[in-house]
């Protein structure tokens, strides 16, 4: 079989332009949607019904997009601590752990108590923030001390600290805090919840059940501060130069084991910040499964959004309307499929920011003992 | 070269292309479609007028949970997959029995909502729908259902297995499965004695007043055929680990027990029996399929949440604290029912044991006997204390309280019964 | 196929890469027995070509005769049944394994025992037929790069080359190293063998060449001509299209103030074995001091120590202050610049822009960076500045590092280093792998620091760049310095016999002798 035109192939010899990769990502979940309406297809679902079911669950109304936002914020917060550790090549897989951590440091501001629930909201607000962000620090830390003193791999360390971190959580919620025996500690008072829209439900009725809350404003600033570091800031130059090339770092005079422990540190604080949000904003107690394995999720958001914070948070809010709309359809288990679709779409996809593809008029054969 | 793996590759996706094409007409079966129903019914944005849902919206094999204009809707939300073979599928089943048996009535279902954060978003959602009564069927719903229930006054939440009520649109419901638990003690103590090896295991869940009832009102009922007997404990601390159920009988299989209960909700036990040892499984009727089952104590929650439908569309229901008898209907054991034959090892029992099993099964289904028969005295624990004296029974306070976790209970359910060789689980 | 003269012929080969043509339509021919130079700059297509032949590449066009007969391969394993066998200038050895286990590594026999005694005997039996001998028991870290490289032609005459491609081979390899490599490859052509050797020293192909081929941007400019009746400089010719001044000017200047003072310093390598062992030396201001030694001897590790990327004992003082030890942030403080050995794994970060990599010394200070943020517009003017300043070829500063080539490669983290203004430049091996006019222009560099007054310390395995540079000279071995001279009363034999563990002393008190 001989077309007239040729597929070409060919190693992209210059740069790309700014807007490729986002238009290459954008391509990318396009098409994972499309795969996974012919997937949905043949198990003998029908996409339409599924898509329309999609938009309206996620985005069709105020309180469904609340929803889909309330979601996306711990998305946000983890995916964000992932790119941090990532564009330095650390790879952090403990974000899960660090956002359990988060939660329990925060909620000792709630239980010890570290401050009565009728203290001033923003100082309770701010000390459970500053705990559940130390917190995160701490479990970055150890993985990052380990790694810059004795190069222990930081994949190995922070997956494990994962367990330690919940079997520590169940610890404390099934044995010291525990109510009524089961695995979770006694509800939050109000004074130690996050604001949510909801909260203004008596002067404004429509706001009723609208439970998106100061956690998704604190995302989008963390988002910001992550954008300012990576771009403007010394400290973002240092860690992309450790990241690239730590031999040449260490060269232009850089402290490495100083940095890595930094940049694990602020890694896991995000992660902690996300655990926080998540049981001050949404849960109001520390109890088992908090995470429903957001910092795994995180991973693969840092990798679709290419570590970019800022697509990030739309990554997030994807990902966020992916689990509030796929866990309603029955049976579940789609919405996992569709990540899972995505991601493999959008690494696929970087092959067209090396390689540039064209159609190109066959010439004569050219290659001797050519068998086509 | 590269050009020609990329033709292959084309090919390949066209191929693909068009097996999805050929498979599609087929693989979509349109359900049978209810024409009357269809005529009025026209759901705000997704159901397609054409083809209505039997349950909910359709999307060919995806069910999505959405009301029916001119119906009372009710829905479900599940911890697990709604066919778990356990708790989830029990639940399951009472819904299709709501749906069979309750006038003009439309039920869905939300399957594998994680306990928590997720909780409160999926019950919202549902509310928000205009579902008119929503079961959630986990503890840890609980704080979910009760938030949900104050935003939404017309909407009644029935929560399972919990404590809390807001004396309006929240209620709790639970039944007395202490009753079952104590026949099937008797089979497993019957059982036992006739194999000639008197020792038995349960698999408790976490240390909750619910758990030590079950587990003593097991025990009670095996004193009842062997008194001989003695069970000892395995603590798992999840409700639904197939993995961690299963490795747990086993567990006690290996230490010597000849029959294996379960808190928990998975068939595990009857898998991991042996030849010639047996297992007790529990929540859902149909899952006492392995040889090595002696029977389960199941849930029939369809009657009782049909009751519940139907007094909440005639505005009666009012959310408190309702704790069922098996008078109602709402359990049994598998293999003692009218249609049903007796599992082989059940069968096989001698002949006075399994009549005196059968007799006091039948009492208890009749209200003759309750879950206060079954902790009537004397008892002991396994210290040596007479727990409650000759001629005295239990309150209900005693039955689900622990004084640690604040309950009024004067003999809380914090002891073992006396042929339980297991420690007390500790609870600071 | 026996009676056919020629070994290799490649005819009309063109080979595309995406946007380069690396390849134009060139000929080649091996004659049987011959030892044929392909000689040719930097990126002049020598490699490619050879890959073609080794199978690794598929040509676009062209056609491939081995002993007279059309091949196509489709893999190197079609190139390895022909006969053959190509030593790559990166070697593929694995280093935790012995050298018959490397040998032996790939073939499909033995299946699953290996009877290590039995081909160890296999092996040496080689070794004796062709001269070149290994322990064959060692592994391959223990080796020397020179046995290394003979590992690597065992490796192709086991599977019976007969046909050997060496891709520069003398690029890594000391002197004597070179010598025995060459009576190697002599031994070989005499044993029937044919071999393709790239380079592009000039002198070596003189040395053993029997024809050459020359190569520039792809398109033959000498075609299988005879070796006698050439000159080196008509060669250079050939290779780069314009004439070659070799002699850069170095003009006579007073040397000033000691800037660099190292007295007794010892330090291990990276496998914990004593690489310096007392080394002892000045630098002075607007002096080249020049640093000769086969590899491996401890230039590197000296290197490492004065710019603090090696922990080190005994004493570095640049400007009086100790730095032995010290961070390399407080090197680069105090005036330290440093081209080191390994461009693209030590001095650039690939990924980076040109002007990231340019901002790598200077990040710190006004204008481009204050104690928080980056300028970034400062950043990319500074690079703007270095890119035109020293000629950097390349589309614009937001080129990633890793698509210049070597010399650009080069010129950046030359610009970046002298624009520092350092006091010392310490450049290891600055003008390695470079084409001629990259090497030109990096040595009017240096010579420009010297004359501002920056004192230089120039390690080099190129001789005849130290000679022509250095205003002295001295010589380490084995972790020890042989003696320093004077650039003018430095002879190539003088030097070599140092190179090879002769101290200075005992050659001045040989010369006494003599007369």
Redesign the interface.
């Known amino acids: 079989m001989r077309l007239p035109v040729d597929l070409v192939v060919?190693?992209?010899?210059?740069?790309y332009p700014k807007w490729l990769p986002a238009a290459t990502s954008l391509a990318a979940v396009i098409l994972a949607f499309i795969i996974s309406g012919i997937i949905l297809k043949l198990i003998g679902g029908d996409p339409v019904q599924v898509g329309k079911f999609f938009w309206s669950a996620t985005f069709g109304s105020v309180a469904t997009i609340s929803d889909t936002l309330v979601k996306a914020t711990p998305l946000i917060l983890v995916g964000l601590a992932c790119s941090v550790a990532f564009r330095m090549k650390l790879w952090n897989i403990g974000a899960e752990g660090q956002f359990y951590m988060g939660a329990f440091f925060a909620s000792l501001v709630v239980l010890v108590p570290i401050l009565p629930p009728d203290a001033p909201k923003p100082l309770i607000l701010l000390a459970m923030a500053v705990m559940g962000m130390i917190g995160g620090a701490i479990w970055g830390f150890v993985p990052g001390f380990l790694k810059a003193k004795f190069a222990v791999s930081e994949i190995i360390t922070t997956l494990m600290l994962n367990y330690v971190a919940i079997l520590w959580n169940n610890f404390w919620i099934f044995d010291r805090w525990s109510e009524g025996g089961f695995q979770m500690t006694r509800l939050f008072e109000r004074g130690y919840w996050l604001p949510r829209l909801a909260d203004y439900a008596r002067e404004y009725p429509t706001l009723s059940g609208i439970t998106l809350h100061l956690g998704f404003v604190v995302a989008l600033l963390a988002a910001v501060l992550v954008w300012w570091i990576f771009d403007?800031?010394?400290?973002?130059?240092e860690i992309?130069?450790i990241g690239?090339?730590p031999?040449?770092?260490?060269?232009?005079?850089?402290?490495i084991a100083r940095n890595i422990i930094l940049v694990m540190m602020l890694s896991g604080a995000l992660a902690g910040l996300a655990g926080m949000s998540e049981i001050s904003g949404v849960v109001h107690r520390l109890q088992e499964r908090i995470s429903p394995q957001y910092g795994f999720t995180g991973i693969i958001i840092a990798w679709v959004a290419k570590l970019n914070p800022f697509a990030v948070i739309l990554v997030s809010i994807l990902f966020g309307a992916l689990i509030v709309a796929g866990r309603e359809i029955q049976p579940s288990g789609l919405a996992a499929m569709l990540q899972g679709i995505i991601l493999f779409m959008v690494i696929s996809s970087d092959v067209l920011l090396r390689?540039?593809i064209r159609l190109q008029r066959t010439t004569t054969p050219?290659?001797?003992?050519s068998d086509a | 070269?590269s050009n020609k793996r990329l033709w292959s590759l084309l090919a390949l996706l066209l191929v693909l292309v068009m097996l999805v094409a050929a498979c599609a007409p087929a693989a979509t079966p349109a359900p049978a479609a209810d024409q009357s129903a269809s005529a009025q019914d026209t759901p705000a944005e997704e159901a397609p007028a054409q083809a209505p849902a039997d349950t909910s919206t359709d999307a060919g094999t995806y069910q999505i949970p959405t009301t029916e204009e001119g119906k009372y809707n009710v829905a479900f939300v599940y911890v697990g997959p709604h066919d778990d073979g356990g708790w989830t599928q029990a639940h399951d089943q009472a819904r299709e029995f709501v749906e069979n048996n309750v006038a003009d009535v439309h039920t869905a279902y939300v399957e594998n909502v994680a306990e928590g954060a997720d909780a409160e978003q999926v019950i919202r959602s549902l509310a928000r729908k205009g579902f008119d009564v929503i079961f959630t069927t986990s503890f840890g719903f609980m704080d979910a259902s009760e938030i949900v229930a104050s935003e939404f006054p017309d909407v009644d939440i029935i929560h399972i297995s919990g404590f809390k009520a807001n004396g309006e649109n929240f209620g709790n419901l639970m039944g007395s499965m202490e009753n079952m638990k104590y026949v099937a003690g008797m089979v497993a103590g019957a059982r036992a004695k006739a194999d000639g090896n008197p020792k038995l295991g349960y698999i408790a869940t976490f240390p909750i007043p619910e758990e030590l009832r079950l587990g003593n009102a097991f025990g009670l009922g095996v004193e009842e055929t062997c008194p001989e007997c003695t069970i000892d404990v395995r603590w798992i601390f999840t409700w639904h680990d197939p993995v961690l159920e299963k490795e747990a009988a086993s567990s006690l299989f290996d230490s010597g027990a000849q029959v294996v209960m379960t808190g928990a909700d998975t068939p595990a036990p009857a898998e991991a029996a042996p030849d010639g040892k047996w297992g007790i499984t529990y929540d859902y009727q149909y899952n006492c399929t392995n040889p090595q089952c002696l029977t389960s104590m199941y849930w029939n929650w369809g009657p009782v949440y049909a009751n519940i439908v139907d007094q909440s569309r005639n505005g009666e229901y009012v959310g408190g604290w309702e704790y069922f008898d098996s008078d109602t209907g709402g359990m049994g054991l598998f293999g003692f029912g009218e249609d049903e034959e007796l599992m082989p090892g059940v069968a096989s029992i001698p002949e006075e044991d399994l009549a005196m099993i059968k007799e006091t099964y039948m009492k208890f289904l009749s209200g003759e006997l309750d879950r206060f028969d079954v902790f009537s005295g004397p008892i002991t624990d396994n210290q040596g204390n007479l727990v409650v004296p000759e001629g005295v029974s239990l309150k209900q306070e005693d039955l689900d309280g622990f004084k640690e976790f604040g309950s009024e209970c004067e003999t809380c359910m914090y002891w073992w019964n006396e042929n339980i060789s297991a420690e007390l689980p500790s609870l600071d | 196929m026996e009676t056919h003269p020629n070994a290799v012929e490649m005819k009309d080969i063109?080979i595309r890469?995406?946007?380069?043509l690396a390849n134009d339509h060139v000929n080649l021919v091996l004659k049987k027995g011959e030892i044929h130079a392909l000689l040719g700059e930097n990126g002049a297509g020598k490699s490619t070509l050879m890959n073609a032949l080794a199978g690794l590449y598929?040509p676009?066009?062209?056609?491939i005769k081995i002993n007279g007969e059309?091949a196509?391969f489709h893999s190197p394993r079609d190139a390895i049944a022909c006969g053959i066998g190509m030593v790559h200038q990166h070697f593929m050895l694995v280093p935790t394994q012995t050298a018959t286990e490397n040998i032996l590594l790939g073939l499909s026999t033995p299946r699953f025992h290996i009877n290590l005694a039995k081909y160890d005997e296999e092996i040496l039996a080689l070794q004796k037929q062709y001269g070149l001998y290994v322990d064959v028991k060692s592994k391959i870290w223990q080796l020397s790069v020179g046995e290394q490289q003979r590992v690597e032609i065992l490796k192709t005459l086991y599977r019976g080359a007969e046909i050997l491609i060496l891709d520069e081979p003398t690029a890594v390899l000391a002197p004597q190293e070179i010598d025995e490599l060459m009576a190697t490859m002599r031994s070989l052509v005499d044993q029937g063998k044919s071999i393709i050797f790239i380079s592009h020293k000039l002198h070596e192909v003189e040395q053993v060449a029997d024809r050459i081929t020359v190569l520039r941007k792809g398109v033959v400019t000498a075609e299988g001509i005879d070796i006698a009746g050439l000159d080196k400089r008509k060669l250079a010719q050939l290779m780069v299209g314009r004439d070659v001044v070799f002699d850069v000017e170095r003009t006579a200047q007073k040397p000033g103030e000691v800037v660099l003072s190292v007295r007794d310093l010892q330090a291990s390598n990276n496998k914990g074995v004593p690489a310096l062992r007392g080394v002892s030396f000045d630098v002075h201001a607007g002096e080249i001091l020049g640093f000769a030694g086969v590899a491996g001897n401890g230039q590197s590790e000296l290197a490492e120590c004065i710019?603090g990327?090696r922990a080190c004992r005994g004493q570095i003082t640049i400007d009086g202050r100790d730095l032995a030890n010290a961070?390399?942030?407080l090197?680069?403080?105090n005036g330290v610049a440093?081209v080191?050995e390994?461009r693209t794994?030590?001095?650039?970060?690939?990924?980076?822009s040109i002007t990231?990599n340019s901002?790598?010394?200077n990040?710190?200070e006004a204008p481009i960076?204050?104690?928080?943020?980056?300028n970034?517009s400062n950043a990319r003017i500074y690079a703007r500045k270095l890119k035109e300043s020293y000629g950097i070829l390349a589309?614009g500063v937001?080129?990633?590092a890793r698509?210049l080539s070597g010399g650009n490669l080069q010129k950046v983290i030359l610009a970046r280093e002298i624009s520092t203004d350092p006091k010392l430049m310490v450049a290891v091996q600055p003008t390695r792998g470079l084409d001629v006019g990259a090497i030109e222009a990096i040595q009017r560099l240096l010579l420009e620091q010297r004359s501002t007054g920056t004192a230089v310390l120039l390690i080099s395995e190129e001789l005849e760049e130290l000679f022509s540079l250095s205003d002295r000279i001295a010589v380490i071995f084995h972790g020890q310095i042989m003696g320093i001279l004077p650039a003018e009363d430095a002879d190539i034999d003088t030097v070599g016999q140092m190179m090879m563990g002769t101290r200075l002393e005992e050659i001045e008190q040989e010369q006494e002798a003599a007369p």
């Open positions: 060919e190693k992209r010899t210059e740069d403007r800031s010394r400290w973002g130059y992309k130069l690239d090339n031999n040449a770092a260490r060269y232009a005079g850089l402290n390689y540039s050219v290659t001797a003992g | 070269m | 063109v890469f995406p946007g380069v598929r676009t066009s062209g056609i059309v196509d710019t990327l961070p390399p942030i090197a680069i403080k440093h080191p390994d794994h030590v001095g650039t970060a690939p990924n980076l990231e901002i790598m010394k990040y710190r960076g204050n104690g928080v943020t980056i970034r589309p937001r080129t990633l698509k």
